[in-house]
């Protein structure tokens, strides 16, 4: 069962990562759009350097330890010089600024009076440079939320990272597209209550931006990275947070997973374990591990340089895998911890024998290491190098463990867990940029952008809904999501109803995403085409739904492909007439039977055989007025 929140003081704050819809990037005139095919390669190793006051920042040691390359791929007319580092940054985009400057004041926040341009030190490989260009625009102010305020903490510009296209465990591959694309990022003050209420708080920021009509759309477009603690311990920041409905699963299992941290923290001081100790004996036994039958081990000994250590962990038998909620374990923290080294081979006391371990093999380890009865033990395996950088990974993780939660950053999954991906980073991650002027921002600008601040998302859901008679329901849904400039477009431009255009953008493809399908299938093209098709009368309406459904599974790529599969071209009124025909006379027990009360059975029928090939509306007066003669 999962603790409540009101007793565990949830505190939940939010950094709102929006892509701006501007035409080029922030830094230099290259297209915000994505690459449709990357022309040219290069690659990066970066480490870490140290800040103006001489130390290393937590996070990009951590990244450098993994001892990974980075090779990018580019496009011409998406990246250039600037995106490789090859060629200073050019001015702050204007556009991109406005856009940040009318966001502060939507949200009351105090405006800086110059800007200045810093380094923030990412070595991850998403930057090719090693640093991500971010600008502080304004602080404080507040959001108005379900009648509550909620205070601001910052407003930055920023350029977006490369996005992940490949990763083989030795190189990870970026797309240069989408680095440089203007960012804004709002910080929130961390808010309490329930994850229902919470979300409100998301969904008023996220209504905010998008009634600018100055912001990017679609998936990806917006990244919510959300800061966790429970009772007044330390924060926990999960990233990439990008549904709603996967926003409330994250809180609820962090919540859970800090809560169960905290319990096991409660039970090694009951203990008295003094983690201080841990890893103060660590030995090589390759040797023993060399002859285990085991398939993983066997797996890791084909390895170059495998080797495998044992380090002590005094006082810990039976925590490591004791779970005082399902799936939350100090064994499962550290699994998590090593898979950032590529190494998939770690084993604790706790879980063997186990996995082709046989007992004589876990005797002999506790042997080698001299293990007393309520000490417990953690094998790594892997290549030598980065069996050590695990080994000191486990070591701190384990010390902290008595502490309860660590201050760490985790990554946010599909089904709403979140994983470990490094330490907090550190003020000595930032540093003035030197290439970039300082920017001042004057009350008269200001004036001039007041008109610009955006009506409450209120006003312009109602205002959405009387010009294209909507419902307040379907206003709503085609408001929040990523369809309604395509919407826009659409009832502007062909003469399908916009309620029916509103209803299969929002609520069908939803159905349809429910059922696991990925809808990055259907773009804005697609989407205009299928639409255009229906107003030319070249497919029926309910062919709409089965060529998004059809695309989705990845059964057809184009909609002439899922058109031609579903055999989607409308029927001549002959061929529907014999389609019509031959369904009554299978069924003439039916309309024997009931007369004019068959239609609805036959209707059904009929819709059954023709599959979308012509309009519900039609085949329902041509069955009923053949219905009428049989009849009399």
């Known amino acids: 069962m999962a603790p409540d929140p009101a007793t565990l003081d949830l505190k939940v704050g939010f950094e709102i990562h929006q892509q701006l819809a501007t035409k080029s990037k922030l830094f230099c005139n ?48 998406t990246s250039c010089l600037v995106e490789a580092d090859e060629e200073p940054p050019h001015e702050v985009n204007p556009d991109a600024l406005e856009t940040a400057l009318i966001f502060s004041l939507a949200l009351n926040s105090n405006v800086m009076d110059e800007i200045h341009v810093m380094r923030k030190i990412v070595i991850d490989g998403s930057n090719t440079s090693g640093f991500q260009r971010t600008m502080l625009v304004a602080s404080g102010g507040h959001l108005d939320a379900g009648g509550k305020k909620v205070g601001v903490q910052s407003i930055c510009l920023e350029e977006d990272a490369s996005k992940v296209v ?8 970026y797309g240069l597209d989408r680095l440089g694309v203007p960012l804004v990022e709002i910080a929130l003050e961390p808010v309490t209550g329930k994850s229902d209420d919470i979300m409100q708080v998301a969904l008023t920021l996220g209504r905010l931006l998008r009634s600018s009509k100055r912001v990017a ?49 409660g039970k090694l001081n009951e203990r008295k374990v003094n983690a201080g100790a841990v890893g103060d004996r660590i030995e090589d036994i390759t040797d023993i591990m060399y002859k285990s039958a085991s398939k993983v081990v066997k797996k890791i000994n084909e390895s170059p340089g495998a080797v495998f250590k044992v380090l002590r962990a005094p006082g810990f038998a039976g925590m490591i895998g004791y779970e005082p909620y399902p799936g939350i374990r100090l064994g499962k923290e550290l699994g998590e911890l090593v898979r950032f080294y590529d190494l998939g081979g770690v084993f604790h006391s706790d879980e063997l024998p186990n ?10 380890v506790r042997a080698r290491l001299a293990l007393a009865e309520n000490d417990a033990f953690i094998i790594v395996g892997g290549p030598g190098e980065k069996v050590k950088f695990a080994s000191d990974a486990i070591i701190r993780r384990l010390k902290a463990s008595t ?69 307040g329901k379907l206003a709503n849904q085609i408001f929040d999501s990523d369809y309604l400039p395509v919407f826009e477009q659409l009832a502007a431009t062909t003469r399908v109803q916009p309620t029916f255009i509103a209803a299969k953008l929002t609520e069908d493809l939803t159905s349809l995403q429910r059922q696991g399908l990925d809808s990055a299938a259907i773009t804005g093209a697609v989407i ?27 059964e057809a790529g184009t909609v002439d492909e899922a058109a031609k599969a579903l055999g989607a071209s409308m029927m001549s009124d002959g061929e529907l007439s014999d389609a019509i025909d031959k369904v009554i006379a299978e069924n003439m027990a039916v309309v024997k039977e009931k007369g004019m009360g068959a239609l609805s059975t036959l209707m059904g029928k009929c819709m059954a055989v023709i599959k979308g090939k012509a309009d519900g509306q039609k085949i329902n007066a041509m069955l009923k007025e053949k219905l009428k003669k049989m009849v009399g």
Request: glycine letters at 10%; charged letters at 25%; a neutral charge.
């Open 528 to 554: 205009a085409d299928v639409f255009g098709r229906l107003d030319a009368g070249s497919i029926a309406k309910e062919s709409v739904a089965l060529i998004f459904e059809k695309m989705m599974k990845g």
């Open 403 to 471: 502490a309860g939660v660590p201050a760490e950053t985790r990554a946010a999954t599909v089904d709403g867990r979140t994983v470990f991906s490094r330490p907090r980073p550190g003020a000595a991650r930032m540093y003035p940029e030197t290439d970039i002027p300082t920017i001042a921002v004057t009350d008269a600008e200001l004036k001039a952008l007041a008109g610009k601040v955006p009506k409450p998302w209120d006003e312009m859901v109602g205002a959405i809904a009387g010009k294209y008679g909507l419902n």
């Open 217 to 265: 759309r679609g998936l990806g477009s917006i990244r919510q990275d959300v800061n966790v603690s429970i009772l007044g311990g330390a924060v926990v920041e999960v990233k990439g947070v990008q549904q709603l409905d996967q926003l409330i699963k994250v809180i609820e299992h962090e919540m859970s997973r800090q809560h169960g941290l905290v319990l096991i923290a």
């Open 166 to 173: 490949g990763d083989d465990g030795q190189m990870r591959k």
């Open 30 to 77: 290259c297209r915000s759009v994505e690459a449709e095919k990357y022309d040219r390669t290069f690659m990066r190793r970066l480490r870490p350097t140290q800040s103006e006051l001489g130390a290393y920042d937590p996070a990009a040691v951590f990244e450098a330890s993994k001892m990974r390359a980075a090779q990018y791929h580019a496009a011409a007319g």
């Open 355 to 364: 996995y082709g371990i046989t007992e004589e093999e876990v005797k002999a």
